[in-house]
């Protein structure tokens, strides 16, 4: 295919498999090179690069299959998702303004935001964030931004990123989403009025569990501020090694997001209708209760959900793990593999306040494995847990 067609005729497998690769330029090779290199010689000609903390040709690739993915205008790879997201927040923020986001924001960024950005004098809400009414009460007349996450961390619940993001506009806020979950083949938050998009690309988009990485995506004006100042000072710029995982991980993302969905869907019913589970978070459930809104912003949904078993935090959980033969204990997810964490596990009521975690949750990724082992295993685990001692 080639590089010059427009860009809205591709379709996203297209996108993944060949969008931005310029195969004449490393001899027809079609898979191209690492430039694994600090610096660019111009004595005889000046390349267009100087030095790879400001760019190199192999973070362009998977920059620019990933802003082409998010519908956005261009895209910078950082070292992790959190280089990223702490990147976008500084972009955007103020000293001593004020931040709204969520009460089960993924932990890291809930106490980047909280916690660390005081120092600054930023104060921040904390918003449950199922409605938009949440955040047009927590507007203050110093309010610089909501970042948001959708779904989000741990109970999967959603924000309605359209009708928030045409709120944050009308009083001159910033909107970030975390699409880590969705990745960007499910929801597209730009095209929803939002204006900076990140990612850990340690999760789906490179989807083998071999690499640390973040993206972020907006527009161009954006963009060139960001390279410049919070990626080009602050450093925390991909490896080009890393970078090429990436690209090689984005070349088959259709195809394993469709197998995370399928496996997802069925564990989630499966859990659903089980005996031991009292309840299960996930956004592709028709009996989530926001459901509607899910299909109305996203067009799939993964294979990262949460339960809680039978008797919630009140049994042994190792037991229960260790019963298991497909399922690892970790943290991270969107890998191949499945995984398992719990975060709710032996968590007081009086904790969940602060941490946005129900007692009792069980968080897991759905991994590529046959949907029937998943489930004969979730199953033995299960049984385990009910014969396990009581805490
Ligand atoms: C893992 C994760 C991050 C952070 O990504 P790293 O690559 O580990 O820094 C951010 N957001 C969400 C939702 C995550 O799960």
Request: proline share 5%.
């Amino acid at each position: 295919m080639d590089v010059k067609d427009d860009l809205a005729k591709w379709r996203k497998e297209d996108i993944c498999a060949h969008w931005g690769d310029d195969y004449d330029r490393y001899e027809g090779a079609i898979v191209p090179p690492i430039f694994q290199n600090t610096l660019f010689t111009r004595k005889t000609k000046n390349h267009g690069y100087t030095y790879t903390r400001m760019s190199n040709p192999t973070l362009e690739l998977a920059e620019r299959k990933t802003a082409a993915l998010e519908c956005g205008e261009c895209a910078l790879a950082f070292s992790s998702g959190m280089a990223a997201i702490t990147a976008a927040i500084m972009h955007v923020i103020e000293k001593d303004c004020h931040i709204v986001s969520l009460n089960s924001l993924y932990a890291p960024a809930r106490t980047f935001i909280g916690s660390y950005l005081r120092k600054l004098g930023v104060k921040s809400t904390f918003v449950p964030g199922d409605c938009v009414e949440q955040f047009e009460e927590a507007i203050r007349p110093d309010t610089k931004l909501f970042y948001l996450e959708s779904p989000v961390s741990n109970v999967f619940s959603m924000q309605d990123l359209s009708g928030i993001a045409q709120l944050a506009r009308s009083k001159g806020i910033a909107t970030i989403v975390d699409n880590t979950w969705a990745t960007p083949l499910y929801q597209n938050p730009l095209q929803l009025g939002i204006d900076i998009v990140v990612h850990s690309a340690s999760k789906y988009m490179g989807g083998h569990s071999d690499l640390i990485g973040g993206m972020l995506v907006a527009s161009e004006e954006s963009i060139q501020s960001i390279q410049v100042n919070e990626r080009g000072m602050y450093g925390a710029i991909m490896d080009p090694h890393q970078a090429w995982l990436l690209t090689r991980g984005l070349r088959t993302l259709p195809l394993r997001m469709a197998r995370h969905a399928e496996n997802g869907l069925r564990i989630a019913r499966f859990l659903k209708e089980h005996p031991h589970v009292e309840k299960v978070f996930y956004p592709g459930l028709e009996e989530h209760p926001q459901y509607e809104l899910g299909q109305k912003q996203m067009s799939g949904y993964s294979g990262l959900m949460s339960f809680i078993p039978s008797e919630g935090a009140t049994r042994d959980i190792t037991a229960m793990a260790r019963a298991m033969r497909v399922f690892e204990v970790g943290p991270s997810w969107g890998g191949f593999e499945s995984l398992m964490n719990y975060p709710g596990a032996g968590m007081k009521p009086e904790a969940t306040e602060a941490t946005g975690i129900p007692p009792g949750l069980i968080r897991i990724s759905v991994g590529l494995e046959h949907a029937d082992s998943i489930m004969d295993d979730l199953d033995r685990g299960l049984h385990q847990w009910m014969k396990g001692s009581l805490r």
